[in-house]
């Protein structure tokens, strides 16, 4: 949430918790009879003028190959995100 969250700030979007939050699940499996986690799925919520719509949209194409710990597993562990817009 961190890496995005600073690339909303730098385009003029507020994040503290009531205009920002997430969900995020994942799924562990039996691999070869060992427990791993295999899918991590994040749901980030945000609510901000339309007029900052594209500009939150962007920041949320480009967070990934900045963010520390989707760079450090995504090799080895499925990511799903998603950005909704609330009202």
Same mark, same amino acid.
Request: net charge neutral; charged share 30%.
């Given at each position: 949430?961190?890496?995005? &969250?600073?690339?909303?700030?730098?385009?003029?979007?507020?994040?503290?918790?009531?205009?920002?939050? &997430?969900?995020?699940?994942?799924?562990?499996?039996?691999?070869?009879?060992?427990?791993?986690?295999?899918?991590?799925?994040?749901?980030?919520?945000?609510?901000?003028?339309?007029?900052?719509?594209?500009?939150?949209?962007? &920041?949320? &194409?480009?967070?990934?190959?900045?963010?520390?710990?989707?760079?450090?597993?995504?090799?080895?562990?499925?990511?799903?995100?998603?950005?909704?817009?609330?009202?």
């Amino acid at each position: 949430m961190g890496t995005l &969250a600073t690339l909303m700030a730098g385009k003029k979007i507020p994040t503290p918790g009531h205009l920002y939050w &997430a969900d995020v699940e994942g799924d562990i499996e039996n691999v070869n009879n060992v427990l791993k986690i295999t899918t991590i799925r994040v749901k980030f919520h945000l609510k901000c003028p339309d007029e900052k719509v594209a500009n939150a949209k962007e &920041a949320f &194409a480009n967070y990934i190959s900045r963010c520390p710990a989707a760079q450090s597993v995504k090799d080895c562990i499925k990511l799903e995100d998603e950005l909704i817009f609330e009202k």
